[in-house]
């Protein structure tokens, strides 16, 4: 059974930057796609990146290409998800996921996801 931890959500302004943490605990962290999704009031949850266990290249959701980067650190047991220019419009929950066994086709599906921490709240606003 793994565990995810989500830290470092909060209140930023329009343009400000943020970095969300998830720590995996539980499982054999190397071996796990991770990603982040997120999830506005009253709206679904939606991709927002990825990395897989064997490919450090992430995969963004393009609302969110070139403003927000994902990374992973196996000896951390912990991915990272770099927020900058925040707009109000990234205002949401943001989850993170992991799976052992999803496929490169359903990256983008949370149903396909095993694993799931309790969120963080990000908030942008003036």
């Known amino acids: 059974q793994v565990q995810l931890v989500e830290s470092g959500g909060g209140l930023v302004q329009p343009g400000g930057s943020l970095r969300l943490s998830c720590a995996a605990s539980?499982?054999?962290?190397?071996?796990?796609?991770m990603a982040w999704f997120r999830q506005a009031p009253g709206k679904e949850r939606v991709f927002v990146a990825a990395i897989r266990a064997t490919n450090s290249n992430p995969y963004h959701a393009d609302s969110v290409k070139g403003r927000f980067t994902m990374s992973r650190d196996n000896a951390r047991s912990t991915v990272y998800l770099q927020m900058t220019s925040l707009q109000p419009e990234d205002t949401a929950v943001y989850y993170c996921?992991?799976?052992?066994?999803?496929?490169?086709?359903?990256?983008?599906?949370?149903?396909?996801?095993?694993?799931w921490g309790q969120g963080t709240q990000v908030t942008v606003s003036l």
């Open positions: 996921a992991a799976d052992s066994r999803i496929i490169l086709s359903s990256l983008k599906e949370p149903d396909q996801y095993d694993y």
């Open positions: 539980g499982g054999t962290f190397s071996t796990y796609t």
